[in-house]
């Protein structure tokens, strides 16, 4: 029986049904295949084997008694999010099976069903597993490099940016990142996919000032073939590539406005049309623009649209200067030197002198500058202790008198910083539903179960 099945992949299946005769033969249908497979009678005894093991398929009866096949679904989804599930369903009940499927279950089988039925449906389910864990596993290690982890600071500016972006990345908001060149602008850019529904989809960086404007729209929009001198064959544009994701749109400031309609319009009906077609395009695409410019200015001038900047403009996050928050420049610094030390397999540490030579300086690169600055000085130090002339600062910043680091708090583990945020974004969104558990984890992009979960850790009534 084995090699008839159309699909290598091979599962932990859970069979759930009250009649026995049915029960059985479905196992050792699934076991013959080289699936492992467990048997219940109930739902009741679905859920405690689903409490105690992971499973890749469950695959449950609708009418059982007491507890149903969709009331089956619903916790087992709880417990176990990643779940696929088929639900099988006497002939004439498809209405049934229609249901299940809106609750989140995978697939349906009508009773009575063939063998070769059963054996594409589940392969089919299987699939979609394996699938899904390629996908979690790939937005793992995004969240990983990308996530807020990732951002280093523990001053006030930083903890309204940090509570920002977990305030808006649950949603599929606009978001308008503003700040000076060398901010950061893009690791919150990441950081928001990161942390968002949209995480195990792609993250498309666009750079507008490095593309020439004649060429922005073909390579944001697509072309068709022959659209232009050049155009040998159609081509997909990046925004199709973030289908699903999240587009980020650097230096939007830098756009012309003949460009800048055009956007607008995507943003607006959710589709583009490629350079030399009128067939439109739909695409589900999250955007996020940043600039170092003064967007206001800009429309005073005429050189930005106002209707864009109000569509982009839904949430905004201004990312201060690095001069502005000088109590990040230890932590900055320290991260910064671990990741070269990790690089390059040393243990060089910095000598107080070199902290209050970093605190002497005003960073008009800000964050990429003082990262610079870090990797010169570890490459020049003589020894393992790197002190402060190992800096090599304009000579205007040696006679500076260092800055003092925000006296009015103490350093705080960015852990700390992040559980602040976390617990403010969940109390809000639980008091906008009026603690309706459900709504609220759906708008905060979670399970039930671990919008629980998170209130128990942090402590949420």
């Not at 029960?23 to 050792?28: E, F, P, S, Y």
């Not at 689903?50 to 089956?72: A, C, H, K, Q, V």
């Not at 955007?287 to 003064?294: L, S």
């Not at 928050?325 to 060089?348: C, G, I, S, Y």
Request: aromatic residues 6%; contains cysteine.
């Amino acid at each position: 029986m084995s090699e008839k099945w159309p699909n290598p992949v091979r599962g932990r299946i859970l069979v759930v049904d009250d009649q026995k005769n049915m029960r059985t033969t479905t196992g050792l249908l699934l076991r013959q295949a080289g699936h492992e497979v467990q048997e219940a009678a109930s739902g009741e005894e679905a859920l405690r084997l689903l409490e105690g093991s992971n499973f890749d398929l469950l695959l449950t009866d609708l009418r059982m008694e007491p507890m149903s096949g969709t009331e089956l679904l619903a916790r087992a989804l709880q417990i176990q999010p990643g779940l696929q599930v088929i639900v099988m369903t006497a002939f004439g009940s498809i209405d049934s099976a229609v249901e299940a499927m809106r609750l989140g279950a995978t697939d349906y089988l009508s009773k009575p069903f063939k063998n070769g039925e059963l054996e594409v449906r589940v392969a089919k389910a299987l699939e979609n597993r394996a699938l899904r864990r390629q996908l979690d596993a790939l937005a793992g290690a995004f969240r990983e490099k990308f996530g807020l982890g990732n951002i280093v600071g523990s001053s006030a500016p930083m903890r309204e940016v940090i509570g920002r972006i977990l305030r808006v990345a649950p949603t599929d908001a606009t978001v308008l990142i503003t700040g000076e060149s060398g901010t950061g602008k893009e690791l919150v850019a990441r950081a928001i996919h990161a942390a968002s529904r949209r995480a195990h989809m792609p993250f498309v960086p666009v750079n507008c000032a490095a593309i020439a404007p004649s060429l922005l729209e073909s390579e944001l929009f697509g072309h068709a073939k022959g659209a232009f001198t050049g155009a040998v064959r159609a081509r997909q544009g990046l925004y199709e590539e973030a289908d699903g994701g999240t587009l980020f749109l650097d230096e939007i400031g830098e756009t012309d406005t003949s460009f800048q309609a055009k956007l607008l319009r995507a943003l607006q009906e959710q589709e583009i049309r490629r350079v030399g077609e009128s067939r439109p395009i739909h695409v589900n695409v999250r955007v996020v623009a940043a600039t170092n410019q003064d967007l206001r200015q800009a429309i005073a001038e005429r050189r930005f649209r106002e209707d864009l900047y109000y569509r982009l403009n839904v949430m905004s996050i201004r990312l201060p200067p690095l001069r502005e928050r000088m109590a990040d420049v230890p932590l900055l610094a320290q991260h910064f030197l671990d990741e070269f030390n990790r690089e390059h397999r040393m243990e060089k540490f910095f000598a107080d002198s070199a902290i209050e030579k970093l605190l002497s300086y005003d960073y008009p690169g800000n964050v990429r500058e003082l990262r610079n600055l870090v990797q010169q000085a570890a490459l020049l130090s003589q020894s393992d202790r790197i002190e402060g002339d190992d800096f090599d600062l304009p000579s205007s910043a040696a006679s500076r008198v260092p800055r003092p680091v925000e006296p009015d708090e103490g350093p705080r583990r960015l852990a700390d910083v992040v559980d602040d945020a976390e617990r403010g974004a969940i109390r809000a969104a639980l008091e906008r539903h009026r603690g309706d558990v459900t709504a609220a984890a759906r708008e905060l992009g979670i399970s039930p179960t671990t919008l629980w979960r998170k209130r128990k850790r942090l402590e949420i009534l």
